[in-house]
């Protein structure tokens, strides 16, 4: 059902570096694609978001970026990287690979691929590589005190190349309200997702306050934009209820104030009761996000008959 390639990239500061390509192909062949990227603390698991573009013709691909999922080697730190432009690479390389069998593509990202993507298509603007972007609570700002905010950018400094971990404190909140060990419904790997997340390293807060700052200051992606987020965010220390029904990890207003910045052609969705990755969110939900997302390709990426 599923194909893997590995990508074998260039070494980086901790040695060998590999991305790995997730493929399923539609039945007959499509010359339309899409290629999901995860976010922090994330692999591809969502079977059920492939299936939904495989059954509406179009063929999926999704990439485990270097030191996640099933791309992370034993002398590696997870998510670590020196910057958000690390993961260039592997996108140019997998986004080439699917350019050889089609003719339209679109980047499904979600939360710090939703921050990636678009920094990525910017840069490979007016070369029709790829046809739009839909992004999935894209982590567009730090969902943080000021205190937390201010010290975060202080990493400007010599921090910003430190491997440290930042006493930043662990909640499993969200790995709870997904996980069907806990209170959710989905049946994942945690030693690739762990219910805790990953560390955070002083280099890798960096390099994301560095890519959110690019995009604040504006970006001109020449495609058109679809940013999905939740309708409330909740900022709890320990499990409730309302855990499984709002953003526990980002705050959906500012997804929506920095919509904008990515370009000019964007629509901007806020789904209610959606969770953090909305489609993990309750089957209600994740049917409206599917729509969404159908009517949004179906405006304005399906080609218009002649008149």
């Known amino acids: ?35 999901y990227l995860h976010g922090f603390t994330d692999y591809f698991f969502q079977d059920h978001l492939a299936e939904h573009y495989v059954q509406s013709g179009i063929d999926f691909y999704a990439l485990d970026l270097r030191k996640y999922g099933r791309s992370l080697l034993p002398h590696q730190t997870r998510g670590l990287i020196r910057s958000i432009t690390d993961y260039f690479p592997e996108i140019d390389e997998a986004v080439r ?23 990525w298509a910017d840069r490979v603007r007016g070369r029709g590589l790829v046809q739009g972007l839909v992004l999935n609570s894209p982590f567009f700002d730090l969902n943080v005190s000021f205190p937390k905010r201010l010290a ?13 971990v930042l006493p930043l404190g662990v909640s499993t909140v969200y790995g709870q309200s997904l996980h069907r060990s806990e209170q959710g419904e989905w049946d994942y ?45 909740l900022r709890v220390k320990d499990f409730v209820p309302e855990a499984r029904s709002a953003d526990v990890v980002l705050d959906p207003r500012q997804i929506a104030r920095w919509a904008t910045a990515v370009g000019p052609h964007v629509t901007c969705v806020r789904v209610k009761d959606g969770v953090h990755d909305l489609v993990l969110s309750s089957e209600p939900v994740r049917k409206q996000v599917f729509a969404e997302m159908d009517r949004w390709m179906k405006a304005y990426l399906e080609p218009r008959p002649q008149e």
């Open 1 to 35: 059902m599923y194909e893997i390639t590995v990508l074998p990239m260039p070494d980086d500061f901790e040695g060998e570096v590999v991305a790995t390509l997730v493929s399923r192909k539609t039945a007959t062949g499509s010359r339309r694609a899409v290629l």
């Open 97 to 119: 690979i699917i350019r050889r069998d089609h003719d339209e593509l679109v980047l499904n990202a979600h939360s710090t691929g939703g921050l990636i993507a678009p920094l």
């Open 152 to 164: 975060a950018d202080v990493l400007r400094t010599p921090l910003s190349y430190s491997r440290r």
């Open 189 to 233: 790997d945690l030693e690739l997702k762990p219910l805790g997340g990953f560390s955070v390293h002083a280099m890798w807060l960096a390099a994301i306050r560095r890519a959110q700052r690019r995009l604040h200051a504006g970006l001109s992606v020449d495609v058109p934009v679809l940013v999905l987020s939740s309708s409330a965010g």
